[in-house]
């Protein structure tokens, strides 16, 4: 655990040990990899999901930590969200479980999901540590955490006590979001945690009858971003309405859709390359 990069260095006294934190004797996490994206409706926790999936078809132990704490989407994408988790005598926390992806979401804590949750800075920083150190993940070879988007208090949280090992970053390729997620990409290398690369969301159309490819911008809006931001592109993802509806279809089950899967299994495959 490394100071560098807090915002608070000059005047905190804490030793640099007592602001990370461990799993519980129940979990042992082999990597954790945090999904970012610095602006909401790009589609970060669409690609959290399926990241999951295709990391769990590959044989892969997955878990999914929904760290967007007031505004969280994982329980309704993997069509989960009428469950609950539930504490043990030991005051551990259970995550449920989808297909065997273990979840933990604050929705599976509350009584009703559309309730806003209207907490400051601090205890949304609580929370998510809780949800690593109290939720009996089990063994998992990769925990995602879907981030809640911006430069914020809780990404500085985790970014500061939990032992992320890489950033993975989506994008959609409009200049506006492009700019953000330069900040995201900023904010990762002033903590000192590598950002692994970058999947570009609605990124093309695919006609259903040529299969030919319309991009919504020049390509070469895409090679400056790059080589600015000085990152790597992992692969692109079409505006798809089926990967929009991702909770309700079965995708890696349609053939119409097999491109856009392998792409999607690829992708996995690559980034857990990039951390084993």
Known sequence: MSCEGCPNQGSCSKDASSCSVETNAQSKIKHVIAVLSGKGGVGKSTITVMLARAMQKQGLRVGIMDADITGPSIPRLMNAHERYAYATKENEIIPVDVDGIKIMSLNYLVQNESDP???????????????????????????????????????????????????????????????????????????????????????????????????FYDENELEQFLHESGTKLYGQLPMNSLIRNVHQYDAYDLKQQEATMETMAQIAKAVYADVE
């Open 117 to 215: 949750v209207i907490w400051r800075g601090p205890i949304l920083g609580n929370v998510v540590k809780q949800f690593y150190t109290d939720v009996v993940w089990g063994e998992l070879d990769v925990l995602l955490i879907d981030m809640p988007p911006g430069t914020g208090d809780v990404a500085l949280t985790i970014l500061q006590s939990l032992p992320v090992q890489g950033v993975l970053m989506v994008s959609t390729p409009q200049p506006m979001v492009s700019m953000i997620v330069t900040k995201a990409i900023k904010m990762c290398q002033e903590m000192h945690v590598p950002v692994l690369g970058i999947v570009e969301n609605m990124a093309y159309f695919e006609c259903p009858n040529c299969q030919e490819k319309a991009l």
